[in-house]
């Protein structure tokens, strides 16, 4: 039998989910035996969902895959197992209160039968010869994040793993421990692993894998090899801008009002307890649209939720035309007029509720009658104002929000929030999911709201979005504030490298 | 979407739910008459025992309704915030021997029907809390409570509530705390009945007029959206608890205090009503008035049984099994719409695919 080079061979995968969501479309994935190989995207590219699907996890809707040559279908990950993948998530499987050696037990007793001493046999082994620096006899608790993904990947190798999945592996590692981790991935290598390093960190992918797979909204963009090509060219591709933008002549009067909103040195942890938003300032005036603009997941979500008393604030201030504002209530801070336009319709919105109801959400207080009733005829008058001043094309105000389209919804949303003249404006990806017409309305309401002096915070990944309407720009990662400026001191090039977390290289 | 097509004719969506429920109700009472015809049974007398022998005895009908009535709402008010309160029937003993208490001390009949649903609430408290804030599934808190609440009230009533003239009785409710009939020209109903829909119309109103129901309805369609509105999902799940553990109380203390005036040795005038309340809460989509409809209907059709039983012989387990045909037809358009929509997607992902290719 001829020796097989190819690992993986995955070809014209196709993901629809029930909902109609189109994750993946007509994807194709080669990746050599024994190389390391970089799937990069943003978040919401499809990366770990064709890892998923590569897993046994889910079902492609579409599409075939060969491992070594040879065709499989998965039933499941324990077929995938079978064929030799071994996959890390971002979240580890592992059970805390169990020693390393009781997890690799468990983990192998699902294939086979197995015993005590020879898995402690087997995974001395395998620590020693790539130098692993993992204890097997503590309990996973207490070991660091770092240890407890060393875990997950000898958990992999004990199983005798040929191809290594990573998702965003290095996504809860200090810095140091990065290094110390992708040096281990070259020893890994070098016994002939296949690894698939799935990332949207420009250096890392550039620093480790041989090839990259592109991918961006469900498609792939191309494959390249990795010394043929450099961070710059990788940002371009990631965030898909060939064509380079045209910078509206219409910028706000260059000095921008007082300041209304102060962030000052703000941490906030995530939902697993990582700090997410590291030691973030900045201030919003006036009249003006400050463009925060990043990779989804680098702390955004949680920066806003801070800001509007959603999310506990670990240290730091915000301070709110001048009152210090640090860990009040949504609603309070509402009331006192900062409006937040969620980057979900299915947060802003409750899909299943009418128009009515919906449009009563954050200011349920201004509905009630003395006696705690809620005044509905009030909410459905206000609601038909909604719906009239920003065009809102419905069929009835009592129908769930649901069935109105992506553009509707959104205008009801922005509406309801922007109606009641805020000062300042939260808004988070207000454009995502939208067709052209909606997008240009979106747009060109925050602009008239900006020269009307409200300030507008706007959170995107959509770099076009970000250059046609803000007047200064911040660039988040890793919870970071990496650069603020105006946009013309931002190329896309730039831009798509601060958010990929490279430091300028790039004159300014 | 508010209205429906049907071949060439266009429905309202109130119209289409009519049309729906009537032909699944007739469907099920087509299968339920086949299968009597093969068992050497008249489909037809059966049938109409089926239907309307409950019908009967208006009164009777009604008041066993008022009780699964109760507990309906106490399943359904839970459901809106996203929890599932099978407690009802713990919570429902509860109550009543709250209010056969309140009543024998106090002798007032109002005040034993508010302590009632006053105990069941607390019930309702200890379950959401646990939940909320130790994360102890509320089924299987609610499951051991129904247990342990069951046997905790026989045993007082063997031992210490025992009536010494009957003594698989409790002691009587005094005659000045009773509900007792009321003269509607020939008719008479137990008073508790349009007492209970009073409890309906206030459910109601809290769920669709106040900020808590608000608020219960918001957590419960999606917590994400209830956080970012600045309402506390946790806190929607207690006070909906508190609601639901609250109706089960008065729905035990109405039978107490309304239509039994004891409490027997083995529960047997409320055994099961909680559970009931679970179906008749689902059949009435969780919609108050829908839980007073789908409570009749309910009703009608457990007395029809008992009497299809009584007259023509037919096993318990059969008549059993034609009620429990009759609601699975009702609720059968639910499932055939789940499948269209699965079908949807499917060919959604064909031509989605294909298109692209």
Known sequence: MPEEKTAIEMSNITKIYPDGVVALRNVDLIVKKGEIHGLLGENGAGKTTLMRILYGEIKPSKGTIKIFGKKVRFRGPWDAIKEGIGMVYQHFSLIPPFTVLENLVLSLSSIAKV??????????????????????????????????????????????????????????????????????????????????????????????????????????????ETNKVNEIDLAKMMIGRETILKIPEKRSRPEAGSVILKVENLHVRDDKGLLAVKGVSFILREGEILGLAGVQGNGQRELVEAIIGYRPVEKGRVIFMGEDVTGRSPSEIYGKGLAYIPDSRAIGLVLDMDVISNSILTRLKNFLSKGGRIVWDKAQSFSSKIVKDFEVVIDSLKAPVKYLSGGNQQRLLVGREVIWKPKVIIAAEPTHGLDIAATEYIRSLLVELRDRGTAILLVSTDLDEIFQLSDRIAVIYEGEIMATGRPEEFTPEKLGLLMGGVKCQVKS | MSSKKLGKLEFTEYEFFIIETTGSVAAGLIVSGIILAILGYNPLRGLSLLLFGGIRNPDYLLSRATFIMMTGLAFAIPMYAGLFNINGEGEMYIGGLTALLVAIYTGNGFLAILMGGFAGAVLGLIISVLRVYRGVNEVVTAIMLNMAIYYMIIYLITAKLYDPVAPHESLKVPASARFGLLKLGVFRIHIIFPLALIFIAFSYYILYFTKLGYEIRVSGLSPASAKYAGIDPNKAMINSMILGGFFAGVGGALNVIGFMYYMDS??????????????????????????????????????????????????????????????????LPYAYRMLISYLRTRRMIKVGAEHHS
């Open chain 1, 115 to 224: 015993n005590v001493n020879e898995v402690k046999e087997k995974a001395k082994n395998i620590i020693e010869s790539i130098g692993l620096n993992v204890p097997l006899n503590v309990r996973v608790e207490m070991l660091d994040v770092g240890v407890q993904q060393r875990v997950e990947i000898l958990k992999v190798l004990m199983r005798d793993a040929k191809i290594l999945i990573l998702d965003e592996p290095t996504s809860v590692l200090t810095p140091t421990e990065v290094n110390e981790f992708l040096e281990m991935l070259r020893k890994l290598k070098k016994m002939g692993i296949t690894i698939i390093f799935i990332t949207h960190k420009l250096k890392e992918a550039k620093s480790i894998t041989d090839s990259i797979t592109i991918l961006r909204k469900g498609r792939v963009v191309d494959v390249v």
């Open chain 2, 266 to 331: 083995m529960l047997t005038s409320m055994h099961g009503m909680g559970f009931d309340g679970i179906g008749v809460a689902l059949m009435g989509r969780n919609n108050p008035i829908g839980i007073v409809l789908a409570s009749i209907f309910f009703s009608m059709l457990i007395l029809g049984s008992q009497r299809m039983q009584l007259l023509m012989r037919v096993p318990k387990e059969l008549a059993d099994a034609l009620s429990g045909v009759i609601i699975i037809a009702f609720s």
